[in-house]
């Protein structure tokens, strides 16, 4: 028990008074100790972090209509009624009213400390989740970059610095940390807001498709091509082109993204017209680009040309102490979007929050807290039943890979694909072990 919770004591009788507050203190609890209601209200106010225990036979004041003052100063604010053998029948009525306990005179010390603990422990969840409610109101100056730890104050930093110049960037960071989101507030808090945000995934289009994506196509181009369309990068000139994964871009691809960097031109497809366009570039990648072996085929050229200013992403494993105020925003935005109420911060939420790696960085903490509001308990989308912590090796290792494959399911928002390859199983696999350990994969995808 923490030494310093604090609990407010109200007895007119001294001698039972000071037995009572003894009794606490030496449970560990930090006593205030006072002769009638009239003191405590003098000094109580509704951000007091403890509970109050009051004998409700007083004289002035008595102790229900305490409990009623202090109802309306705070309504979650734990009041133990101490009552006589006479009292219990109005102890009862308070208890319906939203006392938090009544005990009846006289009490053994484990009935008082016990009741005090309980007590103690939920106005600490109550403040907590009041503190993170309004951490999360006054994060909303930033949005959506969220986060008070000093990684997340230098990443706003930066991008405020640079987001008004023209230079072209390249953000590093993991699945789901938010790259999408630096770019967009790189282009929010820019000159060219008013232009176009124009966003590609260079990862989900094939090679045949990505070329006529990215700068367009004359009437006749190529088979079916039976109008002119306008390619990503002109749409995105007096704007931002954001490029993700910019490594899965294929190598022709790479060389005409390299002209187009150095010359700010495009040739759209089917014509020999080049086009200026005036844009600024910002790439992502999950990948160390700067790593020869890591990068693969990808151009070591095009790298040097978007490595002008390269922003890396903190996972959410070294913000930790972020994670509490994502997980409150998250659970607000999602209570308005299910239409329903925002939970109160439990125990299991919080040992979660707290111990689990995060390998989804905040796209999984996103869905967590959706599927919190949603009332599903535990990491996986579908509430899975505590298992066993013995049992034979195999049974273990069942149990693991499970796991391993909801984190990964989750991190990748039920994507097939992608999923797989984080695994490296092969695509038969990957359902069979779906099948065995009875894991749904539409829950996972994004939006569901």
């Given at each position: 028990?923490?030494?310093l919770?604090?609990?407010?004591?109200?007895?007119?009788?001294?001698?039972?008074?000071?037995?009572?507050?003894?009794?606490l203190?030496?449970?560990?609890?930090?006593?205030?100790?006072?002769?009638?209601?009239?003191a405590?209200?003098?000094?109580?106010?509704?951000?007091?972090?403890?509970?109050?225990?009051?004998?409700?036979?007083?004289?002035?004041?008595d102790?229900?209509?305490?409990?009623?003052?202090?109802?309306?100063?705070?309504?979650?604010?734990?009041?133990?009624?101490?009552?006589?053998?006479?009292?219990?029948?109005?102890?009862?009525?308070?208890?319906?009213?939203?006392?938090?306990d009544?005990?009846?005179?006289?009490?053994?010390?484990?009935?008082?400390v016990?009741?005090?603990?309980?007590?103690?422990?939920?106005?600490?969840?109550?403040?907590?989740?009041?503190?993170?409610?309004?951490?999360?109101?006054?994060?909303?100056?930033?949005?959506?970059?969220?986060?008070?730890?000093?990684?997340?104050?230098?990443?706003?930093?930066?991008?405020?610095?640079?987001?008004?110049?023209?230079?072209?960037?390249?953000?590093?960071?993991?699945?789901?940390s938010?790259?999408?989101?630096?770019?967009?507030?790189?282009?929010?808090?820019?000159y060219?807001?008013?232009?176009?945000?124009?966003?590609?995934?260079?990862?989900?289009?094939?090679?045949?498709?990505?070329?006529?994506?990215?700068?367009?196509?004359?009437?006749?181009?190529?088979?079916?091509?039976?109008?002119?369309?306008?390619?990503?990068?002109?749409?995105?000139?007096?704007?931002?082109?954001?490029?993700?994964?910019?490594?899965?871009?294929?190598?022709?691809?790479?060389?005409?993204?390299?002209?187009?960097?150095?010359?700010?031109?495009?040739?759209p497809?089917?014509?020999?017209?080049v086009?200026?366009?005036?844009?600024?570039?910002?790439?992502?990648?999950?990948?160390?680009?700067?790593?020869?072996e890591?990068?693969?085929d990808?151009?070591?050229?095009?790298?040097?040309?978007?490595?002008?200013v390269?922003?890396?992403?903190?996972?959410?494993?070294?913000?930790?102490?972020?994670?509490?105020?994502?997980?409150?925003?998250?659970?607000?935005?999602?209570?308005?979007?299910?239409?329903?109420?925002?939970?109160?911060?439990?125990?299991?939420?919080r040992?979660?929050?707290?111990?689990?790696?995060?390998?989804?960085?905040?796209?999984?903490?996103?869905?967590?807290?959706?599927?919190?509001?949603?009332?599903?308990?535990?990491?996986?989308?579908?509430?899975?039943?505590?298992?066993?912590?013995g049992?034979?090796?195999?049974?273990?290792?069942?149990?693991?890979?499970?796991?391993?494959i909801?984190?990964?399911?989750?991190?990748?928002?039920?994507?097939?694909?992608?999923?797989?390859?984080?695994?490296?199983?092969?695509?038969?696999?990957?359902?069979?072990?779906?099948?065995?350990h009875?894991?749904?994969?539409?829950?996972?995808?994004?939006?569901?």
């Amino acid at each position: 028990m923490d030494t310093l919770s604090p609990v407010a004591l109200i007895d007119d009788d001294r001698d039972l008074r000071r037995a009572t507050a003894q009794t606490l203190e030496l449970a560990g609890f930090s006593v205030s100790a006072y002769d009638g209601a009239q003191a405590v209200l003098a000094e109580l106010t509704a951000d007091f972090a403890g509970p109050v225990v009051t004998d409700i036979r007083m004289p002035e004041i008595d102790g229900l209509q305490l409990f009623a003052t202090l109802k309306d100063m705070d309504a979650d604010l734990p009041v133990i009624l101490m009552t006589g053998h006479g009292d219990i029948p109005m102890a009862v009525q308070a208890i319906q009213n939203g006392a938090y306990d009544f005990i009846a005179k006289p009490f053994p010390a484990d009935r008082l400390v016990q009741g005090v603990r309980r007590a103690s422990e939920k106005r600490r969840l109550v403040l907590e989740n009041r503190a993170l409610r309004k951490a999360a109101e006054n994060a909303q100056e930033t949005l959506p970059l969220i986060g008070q730890t000093p990684a997340m104050e230098n990443l706003r930093k930066i991008l405020r610095h640079i987001a008004d110049t023209d230079v072209d960037v390249l953000v590093a960071g993991e699945t789901g940390s938010g790259k999408e989101v630096v770019a967009q507030i790189l282009h929010q808090w820019s000159y060219r807001r008013k232009g176009n945000f124009v966003a590609l995934n260079c990862g989900a289009l094939p090679e045949t498709i990505i070329e006529s994506e990215l700068f367009g196509h004359e009437a006749g181009a190529f088979t079916g091509a039976q109008k002119r369309r306008m390619g990503r990068i002109e749409h995105a000139s007096g704007g931002t082109l954001f490029l993700d994964e910019i490594e899965s871009m294929p190598v022709a691809t790479q060389v005409k993204m390299l002209r187009v960097l150095e010359m700010r031109e495009i040739t759209p497809l089917g014509t020999n017209e080049v086009r200026p366009v005036d844009l600024r570039v910002v790439a992502a990648a999950k990948i160390d680009l700067g790593d020869p072996e890591v990068r693969g085929d990808f151009r070591e050229d095009l790298y040097y040309r978007l490595n002008v200013v390269t922003i890396s992403i903190p996972p959410l494993r070294e913000r930790r102490d972020d994670i509490p105020l994502l997980f409150s925003h998250f659970a607000a935005r999602a209570a308005e979007r299910f239409r329903r109420d925002v939970p109160q911060l439990s125990e299991n939420v919080r040992r979660h929050l707290a111990s689990h790696a995060w390998p989804g960085n905040v796209r999984e903490l996103s869905h967590y807290a959706e599927r919190v509001v949603l009332g599903v308990e535990g990491g996986g989308v579908a509430a899975v039943p505590p298992q066993p912590a013995g049992g034979t090796l195999p049974e273990r290792l069942e149990r693991y890979e499970a796991e391993i494959i909801r984190e990964a399911l989750t991190a990748n928002d039920g994507d097939v694909r992608r999923t797989i390859e984080a695994l490296g199983i092969p695509r038969k696999t990957f359902y069979d072990k779906l099948q065995r350990h009875g894991i749904s994969r539409g829950g996972y995808i994004k939006g569901k």
